[in-house]
Every structure is written in C-alpha cells, then in structure tokens.
C-alpha cells in the first residue's frame, strides 16, 4: 500500500540503507523492481507458501527494503513479480491511531514490525465501515477513496512457520486488508465506488499502456 501524500498523514519511513548486509555493490540490500498495474501477475492468486527455509527471510528483507525505498506501508509479493501468500507491512512510521492485539498482548509496534504475513487469512469482525483515500505502489500517483470494514482479525504464519493471530483496527486493518486483497489477485480499484473509479480512469488506462510498452520494450 502507498504512503498518502496529504500532509496531515504524510507517510514517509525512513530509508534502512545501511542496515542491511546483502547484496549490491556497496553492501547495500538492492530494492526489488515494483511491478505496475496491469502485468498480469497482480491478477494471479498466490499459491501457498509450504517451505519455511531461509530463502523466505531473504525473500522478506528485499520486500522490506523496496517497501522502505518506495515510502510504502505494505507490499505484497504480487508486486515484486511472485504470486505468493507473502506480504510485508510496517506502520512503524503512521499515525498510531489504531489498536492491536497480537497473540493475545498488545506488544509495541517495534517488537514486530517490520511484519511479514504468511498465508495470511483475514476474517472481518462486526465494525463500521471507514473511508481512507489509498494509494498503491503498483499505481504510482493514482490515489481515490475506498471503503473497507474497521476492524479484522487475521491469521498467519512468520517466516519460521509459527502461526499467530493478530487482531486489529484503522490503518494497520485498511493496509493488511489491501496487501492481503493483493494475494488473491483483488486490486484497490475493485473495492472504489464506481464513481470515483470512473474519475480515475483515464490515468488507470494510461497507466495499464505504460506498462504493457515498457514489457514490450523489455528484451
Ligand atoms: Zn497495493
């Protein structure tokens, strides 16, 4: 999910260049290729993750720093070009009006964030619904209103494979809900109203032959 670019809740995290040990020329993580709508991978159902070995760590550092580079809050492995029950999110640097309740405590956010969900399975609790204008980073600078329920509870696995439950409310619910659309191939624009769609789009179909271009382009 897209940081907003509105002041009051201007999303910026800060850059983790440095923290990293991997890769790149000068020991920096590398951010991953953000893959744009409409490559046809956001449209693919992630299969299950079953293997919990380390490729799936380093799989999680890469998507965080590309997350991170991007100014995001949420990335989904649609995204970086693998359909895969995998998502990262990390509201370390967002407005903490919202609750949690992981595993039954309510841990500070910096104990397990940068978050990695796993075959993530979101069930919707009885909540109001909120409006919240998202953004995505497959869609750079396309921005609109959706509705979506409060408050969810979501099951998942970590990267060792332990299963956990995270219930939850405001942004960390609106941004889990959208990474985890993501990994059954729904889109943030299915989920508008249909009139704020149509004022989108003219930019979603520039955009869709922006991408298709830059593919055909691509050796
Ligand atoms: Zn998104």
Redesign the pocket.
Known sequence: ??GRTHARRSIHLPLAHGKYTLRGLNNRLMALRIVHYNDPVLRKKGDPVKVFDSSLGLLSEQMVATMHTASGI?L?AQ?IGKALQFCVVDLRAADRDFTWELDGAKPPLELFMPLTLINPVVTLLPSEETVYEEG???FPDIRGDVFRPDAIRVTYQDLQGTPHTLACDGLLSRCIQ??VD?LNGTL?IDRMEKKVRTGLEKKIKELAKQTREESEAAP
């Open positions: 999910m897209g949420g989904a995204q995505c980073l497959s959208h990474e993501h943030f």
